[in-house]
């Protein structure tokens, strides 16, 4: 079966700090891998998605980026954070976009980042 | 463009009792998919159940049904004899192809408490 795991589940960083959010699918393959903040405990706001090694989409302009530099991992990270950049931080994975694939996609357990 | 509408920010039942969460959608993709998600205190974001919207039978899960209205864009959850594990944060989400990619839209979320 598949999992998807996320490191730190909490994180307290200093504002002007780097940031670097890991998240790893394991069970399948090639799958597409999305990175979600969700602020106030409310709505998702799709950060970033990846369809393939390197291949990164950004959803909204931001202080953030994301790589993926294996097919499993997905890394979410900012040279110098800001306040604004505190929430919680979840990645999720879908199958690809192939006929027949179904379309929900699963999260991992979050991480939950507090600038300071 | 594709919108995902919860008008019921937060809603209360009973222990045992019946309750039904309202999620409207706007989209112009034939083929998609409606999810509900569930997030409970924790924050871990579960799929609750999911729709194909090609399949007129709205979908079932034990104690978790749909009322799937396609032409009113309508597709609601109900949640049979609530227990206080329900308690939680539901999300409605719609899914379509967007290339390679599968992309879902959120509503802002319907915070449910199950009473005892």
């Known amino acids: 079966s598949q999992t998807i795991h996320q490191w730190p589940a909490t994180l307290v960083q200093p504002v002007g700090s780097p940031l670097s959010l890991e998240c790893t699918v394991e069970?399948?393959?090639?799958?597409?891998l999305y990175w979600y903040r969700q602020a106030a405990g409310r709505g998702l706001q799709l950060l970033f998605y990846s369809v393939g090694i390197g291949q990164i989409s950004s959803e909204v302009p931001q202080n953030l980026s994301a790589s993926r530099p294996q097919d499993r991992q997905f890394i979410l990270s900012s040279k110098k954070l800001l306040l604004s950049d505190s929430g919680f931080y979840l990645c999720?994975?879908?199958?690809?976009?192939?006929?027949?694939?179904?379309?929900?996609?699963?999260f991992g357990p979050g991480t939950r980042l507090t600038v300071t | 463009a594709q919108t995902v509408t919860q008008s019921q920010p937060e809603m209360s039942v009973q222990e045992a009792e019946t309750v039904t969460l309202s999620c409207t959608y706007d989209?112009?993709?034939?083929?998609?998919?409606l999810f509900w998600y569930k997030q409970p205190p924790s924050r871990q974001m579960i799929l609750v159940i999911r729709?194909?919207?090609?399949k007129q039978q709205n979908a079932t899960e034990n104690r978790f049904s749909v009322n799937f209205q396609k032409a009113a864009k309508s597709f609601s959850l109900k949640i049979s004899d609530s227990q206080l594990g329900d308690t939680a944060m539901y999300f409605c989400?719609?899914?379509?192809?967007?290339?390679?990619?599968?992309?879902?839209?959120w509503g802002l979320g319907t915070s449910l408490a199950v009473n005892p």
């Open positions: 989400a719609c899914a379509y192809n967007a290339g390679n990619n599968r992309k879902l839209i």
């Open positions: 729709q194909e919207a090609y």
């Open positions: 069970g399948t393959s090639n799958p597409n």
């Open positions: 989209t112009s993709e034939n083929n998609y998919y």
């Open positions: 999720a994975w879908s199958a690809q976009g192939w006929r027949g694939a179904s379309y929900e996609q699963y």
